[in-house]
């Protein structure tokens, strides 16, 4: 009862929030209302993931109650399951699950209002950062696609995609202002939740900076940090991954490695991607599953929010201002780049249609969001 109390005034304290920003003319009326309504939705996709879980199973029962093949047996405190990957999830939970003895559910909720709350830090800066045209509810129209299910899915229960969400949405916050502490806490929560994902974090942000080079002396020194960062953990990202030094056969040793383990008999919605030509790797990482793909109901409204994508996808290049690439946030240059260089890892080690919706969830929006900004330029140029 103390667990859903606490919650409920942690969520009651963030609707009082969303109009206070109403009132204080920081989003007008309507966008407060978009707001409360994404709490909402993302509050009924807790619940609806918490009965998914206890049906089906899931990794979030295992960093629960703290146990699973990957758990320190030997742990006797909460300090013993410090560590990075996994151990850091058992970390976090293990006060409110083995301490406080809170119910599975309070703790789906508790990851629901971080994976919210991160989705409130984009909102906030899509219409901060959004153009004038092309709007609807005085929100830019791409903003809407925060809506769509499988991102509140993945993000509205325990696990680490919420998690990694609130640390991108942290990373976009401390590339608009620039704010550094923003920044590094983004990184390094990705860091403890997952390490190879604050290498690639670190790789975008370099490059997303380079344009800025000559204009400002702070981009220089993080674009500079975070290349040379990237470039020394190389070794440490291979070390970590398991194998002794980088080179092609240890490159195509990881691929084989996860197609098999990923793609083997019995692994449901396993595609055969180790015989896809790259192109066919990336627009299946991307747009699968599609309804010839689907089997049950979950796998139809993901063909169905995937055929959206699609449609995206294929009309956004013909309708954006290309000559004006360079008048897009630096936020959204960085979720494009890392949406690329996630596409090329992924959709050479994932096999599973159901992995790969979890894994393209928090990162399939961003080229929309630099498109769909350019395309509003290209309207206002009109």
């Known amino acids: 009862m103390v667990a859903f109390l606490v919650i409920f005034i942690v969520y009651a304290l963030t609707f009082y929030a969303n109009q206070r920003m109403a009132s204080s003319a920081r989003v007008t009326a309507q966008q407060a209302g978009i707001l409360q309504a994404l709490m909402v939705w993302h509050i009924g996709i807790s619940f609806f993931f918490h009965a998914y879980i206890q049906r089906f199973g899931g990794d979030s029962i295992v960093y629960w109650n703290l146990n699973g093949p990957l758990a320190a047996v030997d742990a006797e405190g909460w ?8 151990p850091f999830m058992y970390w976090l939970n293990y006060i409110p699950s083995k301490l406080w003895h809170w119910d599975i559910l309070a703790g789906h909720l508790i990851y629901g209002w971080l994976g919210y709350w991160a989705m409130r830090m984009l909102f906030l800066q899509l219409i901060s950062l959004g153009r004038s045209s092309w709007r609807f509810l005085d929100t830019p129209w ?17 696990g680490k995609e919420a998690l990694c969400l609130l640390a991108l949405a942290c990373v976009f916050r401390g590339l608009q202002r620039p704010q550094f502490l923003y920044l ?17 974090v670190l790789l975008a942000l370099g490059l997303c900076l380079l344009p800025l080079w000559r204009q400002h002396r702070w981009a220089r020194v993080y674009a500079a940090s975070c290349l040379a960062l990237a470039i020394s ?53 991307w747009f699968r599953p599609l309804f010839l793909d689907a089997h049950n109901f979950t796998a139809y409204l993901a063909s169905a929010e995937n055929l959206l ?52 969830s928090l990162f399939i929006l961003f080229p929309i969001f630099w498109g769909g900004f350019l395309m509003g330029g290209l309207k206002e140029k009109l």
């Open 79 to 86: 300090w013993d399951y410090f560590g990075i990957g996994y």
């Open 142 to 158: 791409y903003a809407f696609l925060l809506f769509l299910p499988n991102l509140h899915f993945w993000t509205a229960g325990i």
């Open 184 to 200: 590094a806490f983004g990184i390094g929560l990705i860091f403890m939740v997952r390490t190879y994902l604050a290498w690639l």
């Open 233 to 285: 953990a190389f070794p440490l990202l291979f070390w970590y991954l398991g194998l002794g030094e980088f080179s092609l056969a240890s490159a195509q040793e990881i691929i084989a490695r996860q197609f098999a383990m990923l793609g083997g008999q019995g692994v449901g919605s396993a595609v055969d991607m180790a015989s896809y030509s790259q192109p066919m790797r990336l627009l299946t990482f």
């Open 309 to 360: 994508l699609v449609l995206l996808y294929m009309i956004l290049p013909f309708t954006i201002s290309w000559t004006q690439w360079k008048k897009a946030p630096i936020s959204y240059g960085f979720g494009l780049i890392l949406f690329l260089l996630i596409s090329l890892l992924y959709a050479n080690i994932l096999s599973n249609l159901g992995i790969m919706m979890r894994m393209k």
